[in-house]
């Protein structure tokens, strides 16, 4: 009994207190800045720079298509190029799977 009333003569402490709820928001926003910087940020530059690639190629340019068909461009039309495969043999590739050769598509 003599425990019990010593307990219940110590003051109440308080409950422990956690983090502030605006430094979990500061945690998610950098996070989010992270990945953006390192991951977003560098594709779209890839990916505008490749599209400059493929609207400045012209009649006569060597390409390569993502299914790794090299060939020349003989016609260049909206959305497709005709692209000579061998001699007399021509097939209408679309713009967005032709890159220039040289170009790896798969370069970082």
Same mark, same amino acid.
Request: glycine share 6%.
């Given at each position: 009994?003599?425990?019990?009333?010593?307990?219940?003569? %110590? $003051?109440?402490?308080?409950? $422990?207190?956690?983090? +502030?709820?605006?430094? *979990?928001?500061?945690?998610?926003?950098?996070?989010?800045?992270?990945?953006?910087?390192?991951?977003?940020? +560098?594709? *779209? /530059?890839? %990916? /505008? /720079?490749?599209?400059?690639?493929? @609207?400045?190629?012209?009649?006569? @340019?060597?390409?390569?298509?993502?299914?790794?068909?090299?060939?020349?461009? #003989? /016609?260049?039309?909206?959305?497709?190029?005709?692209?000579?495969?061998?001699? @007399?043999?021509?097939?209408?590739?679309?713009? *967005? *799977?032709?890159? +220039?050769?040289?170009? @790896? $598509?798969?370069? #970082?």
């Amino acid at each position: 009994m003599n425990i019990f009333l010593l307990q219940a003569a %110590q $003051p109440a402490q308080a409950a $422990p207190q956690g983090a +502030p709820a605006w430094t *979990s928001l500061v945690f998610f926003v950098v996070i989010i800045l992270i990945f953006w910087l390192f991951f977003i940020r +560098p594709q *779209s /530059k890839r %990916q /505008k /720079k490749l599209q400059q690639q493929r @609207d400045a190629l012209a009649v006569g @340019d060597s390409i390569i298509t993502a299914g790794g068909v090299h060939g020349v461009i #003989r /016609k260049v039309y909206e959305q497709t190029f005709e692209v000579e495969i061998a001699k @007399d043999v021509c097939i209408e590739i679309s713009k *967005s *799977s032709v890159y +220039p050769l040289g170009t @790896d $598509p798969n370069a #970082r």
